[in-house]
């Protein structure tokens, strides 16, 4: 049994009149002492997935099992206790308290769960020498480099010993010099009795990696002969939120853009008429797609790559349009 | 959670000290106001225990009023004098008048009293009365031993001065001779406005009615109700204001700590928690400033023409009511608190 796992993990919320999915049916497994990697780009769902592994989300559906124990399940005090003593949380704006010096930023989650203060002192300048940050504990983050600030970040997740520490992007807003420091620091973090799970876009950080989890799949062939699709009237092509690698370009027929709202009604965007090409953005950003597409009547498209679109049409509007660039499905 | 306050507290000084000082100042004002209102009592109760009587014999159907008493004959003295239960009787007038001082008109509240009777006033400076001309003024009156005015053209010098003596808000007394005040007043006539005994008389003449000193405190001080009432108005709008300032600097910095919020309750803090941080903060501001507006407020009463005497009491309803204050103050942040969604620190 591994020591982490995600089965068919789903998150479905509403935003503004429209539901969004950025997890749908996320598996994967992870074991102690390992350093995992979630890679992605921005709007993946890798917060996402850190908030639930954190316990600050509930997932729509899926389950996600740490040592035995559904997260999902727990609730109330238990659910507090996994929160702060099951998982340490690096967030990727830092959060430090602005009104505390580093020693009381590690501090503060142990004072919030009534340990005594010269006990938490003890145990912060114990986690800021680790971090190699002792002659700092006095400084406020207004004081600190962002590196620095990290690190007080990575002491303060630390601060119960918490065998599953999440690191959402912990080298955003770092200079070079200072993620490599931060990354030696979780590498060095994750060793048998805990789990370290990093997020982020930089594919570089999989180097150091144990596991891997690409939230965004590369597709296993970036460029392939364009694909003849025949849709009968009402056929859908893609759902919103669905993965895509193609382009497609009306032959014949026309296909309607639209979006589910939140209360189950549809929001018409567009309708593509032959000639013109739509689902562009999806394939080349590596996103969901953002609508639904639904064959108006009888209607023969071309599916290409990216690279085989930009081959087949090399100049904008050469020749063909896309009525739905501004939005990009 | 206290620790994390008291630190955020010294993080923001600069606005938690503005908020201080503003809501200080209203503090001080309803402490002034309470003052104000109590300085009416004090002002009628030396004016008139200060006479020195233990009842007051007046004209039946009069007011009641110290300085609206309906003149009665001076002769009703003699058998005020004569009543049973009767030590000593001395008549007395008391009626406000307009006092020519240089070239100015000021209020004034005329005391005529018999020499050496009933009604002396205790001199600070100088000496009392002793003939017509002479007067004893409040130091409010602005005039020192020597220095003249007049009153419906009968010049007075003053030859000694008392303190704390005035009624309706501020109006110096000027005590002078019976005489020279039935002369002011009454054109010469022989009347006055009520005979003070010591002693309480068991029976008197129809058309006299006697009245305890506390009975023409009340009735006199009734005479000042709208400007209590609205004295106590503007107390209780001054509390509201201060409320409102505790209470926006409070919500205000709720709003700038949402992520802090955020961050608090990922890491295990309570909605309760944060809530008793919150309302630590408003409580300790609204005591300090309680503490600035009673500093204030002792350097502050000079500045009305009229006495203010704070009492003691207001000083400890001030504290309760800056706890209250800031407790409510508090609750206007605490939605903002519950509702924070700690996942929102993952926010970047």
């Known amino acids: 049994m591994a020591e982490l796992e995600v089965r068919d993990l789903t998150v479905e919320f509403t935003s503004g009149d429209y539901v969004v ?42 389950s996600i099992s740490f040592r035995g124990v559904d997260v999902g399940s727990l609730s109330g005090p238990a659910l507090g206790d996994y929160r702060r003593y099951t998982v340490g949380v690096v967030f990727q704006a830092f959060n430090l308290i602005r009104s505390l010096s580093a020693r009381g930023n590690v501090m503060s989650p142990l004072r919030l769960a ?109 460029d392939r002969d364009p694909e ?54 999806g394939p080349m950003l590596n996103l969901p797609r953002s609508a639904w597409a639904r064959a108006k009547g009888p209607s ?30 | 959670m206290l620790a994390i306050t008291l630190h955020d507290l010294r993080f923001r000084a600069r606005q938690f000290l503005i908020a201080i000082v503003g809501a200080g100042l209203v503090f001080a004002m309803t402490l002034l106001l309470s003052g104000l209102a109590a300085g009416f009592g004090v002002e009628v109760d030396q004016t008139v225990t200060g006479m020195g009587s233990q009842a007051w014999v007046v004209a039946q159907g009069s007011s009641g009023r110290v300085a609206a008493l309906s003149p009665l004959p001076a002769f009703a003295e003699f058998p005020v004098t004569s009543a049973p239960g009767v030590q000593r009787a001395d008549p007395v007038i008391v009626v406000p008048q307009a006092a020519t001082v240089g070239h100015q008109l000021k209020s004034i509240v005329l005391v005529g009293y018999r020499s050496g009777g009933l009604g002396v006033p205790p001199v600070l400076t100088g000496r009392p009365v002793q003939a017509d001309g002479e ?24 030859v000694g001065t008392v303190n704390g003596r005035t009624l309706l808000g501020g109006i110096a007394d000027a005590y002078v001779t019976l005489g020279e005040a039935q002369a002011i007043v009454f054109e010469g006539r022989p009347l006055v406005s009520a005979i ?67 961050v608090m309750k990922a890491l295990g803090a309570s909605s309760g928690a944060l809530f008793l941080g919150l309302a630590t903060q408003a409580v300790l501001v609204a005591l300090a400033a309680a503490a600035i507006g009673a500093l204030l407020s002792t350097f502050m009463s000079g500045i009305f023409a009229q006495p ?41």
């Open chain 1, 21 to 62: 999915r950025p997890l749908s049916g996320l598996s994967f497994d992870a074991d102690d002492g390992e350093l995992v990697v979630v890679l992605g780009p921005s709007g993946c769902g890798k917060t996402t997935l850190l908030s639930c592994l954190s316990g600050l989300l509930t997932p729509t559906s899926g």
């Open chain 1, 114 to 222: 009534k340990v005594p203060r010269r006990t938490a002192m003890a145990r912060a300048d114990e986690l800021l020498e680790i971090v190699g940050l002792s002659e700092r504990a006095g400084h406020k983050p207004a004081e600190m480099s962002g590196g620095q600030q990290q690190r007080v970040a990575i002491a303060r997740a630390l601060a119960h010993d918490p065998p599953l520490i999440v690191a959402d992007e912990p080298t955003a807003h770092l200079d070079y010099i200072q993620v490599e420091g931060v990354l030696r620091l979780l590498r060095s973090l994750s060793s048998p009795g805990r789990l370290v799970l990093v997020s982020t876009h930089d594919d570089r950080i999989t180097n150091i990696a144990d596991r891997v989890i690409e939230l965004a799949p590369q597709f296993a062939v970036a």
């Open chain 1, 228 to 281: 003849e699709v025949a849709l009968a009237a009402g056929q859908i092509l893609f759902k919103q939120g669905d993965r895509g690698d193609l382009v497609y370009l009306v032959e014949e027929g026309e296909i309607e853009i639209f979006q589910v709202k939140a209360d189950g009604s549809e929001e018409h965007l567009a309708v593509i008429g032959a000639g013109n090409y739509f689902g562009e953005l």
């Open chain 1, 300 to 329: 023969r498209l071309t599916g290409y790559t990216v690279r085989a679109f930009r081959r087949r049409f090399p100049a904008p509007g050469a020749g063909v349009q896309s009525p739905v660039a501004p939005l990009g499905v």
């Open chain 2, 135 to 158: 007067a004893v003024v409040d130091a409010r009156l602005g005039l020192g031993v020597g220095q003249q005015f007049s009153v419906s053209g009968h010049a007075l010098t003053v």
């Open chain 2, 196 to 262: 003070l005994t010591t002693g309480v008389p068991r029976a008197l003449p129809a058309g006299l009615t006697v009245m305890s000193n506390a009975q023409v405190e009340n009735r006199s001080l009734a005479q000042m109700s709208s400007a209590s009432s609205s004295i106590d108005n503007s107390r209780s709008f001054m509390w509201i204001i201060a409320a409102v300032i505790v209470a926006a600097l409070v919500y205000v910095t709720a709003l700038e700590r949402t992520r802090d919020f955020a």
């Open chain 2, 308 to 348: 203010v005497d704070i009492p003691s009491s207001a000083f400890i309803v001030l504290s309760v009511s800056a706890l209250v204050v800031g407790l409510l103050a508090s609750l206007v942040a605490l939605r903002r608190a519950i509702s924070v969604d700690p996942a929102m620190a993952f926010a970047g």
